[in-house]
């Protein structure tokens, strides 16, 4: 299995929502990401998990909340958020730290 | 920090003509040097990388080049086709888990 798989595909919420997103990898490889893009920009890197410990947190606000279960799993709960959240939700993974393999995103809409 | 600059943001070709799309980075400590591409509602897609320790590398019709003296690198299409419409990104890493995205370039094949 070389696929990141992310779920769900789309996601509307309201600001006083609690969800969460999913992202899973059957690889074997012991980093994990979570990116933010915006409309026509790269992503931005918010959260890097090394042998399942968050090693990065770009000052990411603390609405956004990262959890790695287990190697395979990352997970990115999300709670009182704006509408300038609305993003795609991009997950990655790498076995070195170098190569990094993304998921296809979840579109994330804040009402 | 690092920083990638990444010209054209957008380029339209001839499809069977040459596409090239060039990259400078800050961190003399980069070492290694992706591109992606990201076509309409999905994640990015690596489609190759290359390291410091080498000048060049090629895959079919796309080849990459690196300059460390003067921070450059840049992508090569030959031969494009309709398929190679999409949204390219260079990026940049120099340490473990973490690199940096060039603002992008969106490249459209004329048929």
């Known amino acids: 299995d070389t696929e990141v798989t992310q779920t769900p595909k789309h996601l509307v919420m309201g600001m006083t929502n609690k969800k969460s997103l999913k992202c899973e990898q059957h690889m074997g490889h012991r980093a994990m990401y979570w990116y933010k893009q915006k409309a026509k920009k790269p992503p931005e890197l918010m959260f890097v998990y090394s042998y399942e410990k968050l090693s990065i947190n770009e000052s990411v606000p603390s609405r956004f909340s990262p959890e790695c279960p287990n190697s395979s799993l990352l997970n990115l709960h999300l709670h009182a958020l704006q509408p300038e959240d609305s993003a795609l939700y991009l997950c990655a993974s790498s076995q070195a730290g170098d190569e990094q393999f993304f998921g296809p995103g979840t579109r994330l809409t804040v009402l | 920090g690092e920083n990638v600059e990444q010209h054209p943001s957008t380029l339209s070709v001839q499809e069977g003509d040459s596409a090239v799309i060039k990259c400078t980075y800050s961190?003399?400590?980069?070492?290694?040097f992706p591109w992606y591409k990201q076509e309409l509602g999905k994640g990015p897609q690596l489609i190759i990388d290359?390291?410091?320790?080498?000048g060049e590398k090629k895959d079919q019709r796309i080849a990459v080049t690196l300059n460390k003296t003067a921070k450059h690198f840049s992508l090569h299409i030959t031969e494009t086709q309709p398929e190679d419409s999409a949204v390219y990104f260079c990026?940049?890493?120099?340490?473990?888990?973490?690199?940096?995205f060039g603002s992008g370039t969106r490249l459209s094949i004329r048929p």
């Open positions: 990026a940049a890493g120099s340490s473990a888990s973490k690199i940096i």
């Open positions: 961190d003399s400590a980069s070492n290694y």
């Open positions: 290359i390291r410091s320790n080498v």
